[in-house]
Nanobody
């Protein structure tokens, strides 16, 4: 009923930049909090950044000052601008959102399928 699709993952050199995007589609009444998580091989999935419906933001300490999360409520999108990328940023990045369905009027949490970001020379 609700689908999140990420794009923008790529291979980039250390110090480079990348922009990830995620678009939500389906039976959407309202999108509340949105966020980006990442999971590196052999590690647990971790929060990278999150943004509330009213643009309040929170970042992991490891990305603060380098990454910027933003959203466009009219287009049901959330983006992650990543600067000064490091090899340790290499991971699969997942989009996450709390979405209220216009069919059931219930709120559920949804995940995208992930997009690979590799930082390497």
């Amino acid at each position: 009923q609700v689908r999140l699709v990420e794009s923008g993952g790529d291979l980039v050199q250390p110090g480079g930049s990348l922009r990830l995007s995620c678009v939500a589609s389906g039976t959407i009444f309202q999108i509340y909090g949105m966020g980006w998580y990442r999971q590196a091989p052999g590690k647990q999935r971790e929060l990278v950044a999150k943004i509330s419906h009213y643009d309040g933001t929170d970042y992991a300490a490891s990305v603060k000052g380098r990454f910027t999360i933003s959203r466009d409520n009219a287009k049901n999108t959330v983006s992650l601008q990543m600067e000064s990328l490091k090899p340790e940023d290499t991971a699969v990045y997942y989009c996450n959102a709390d979405v209220r369905s216009r069919l059931t009027m219930t709120t559920d949490n949804y995940w995208g399928q992930g997009t690979q970001v590799t930082v390497s020379s």
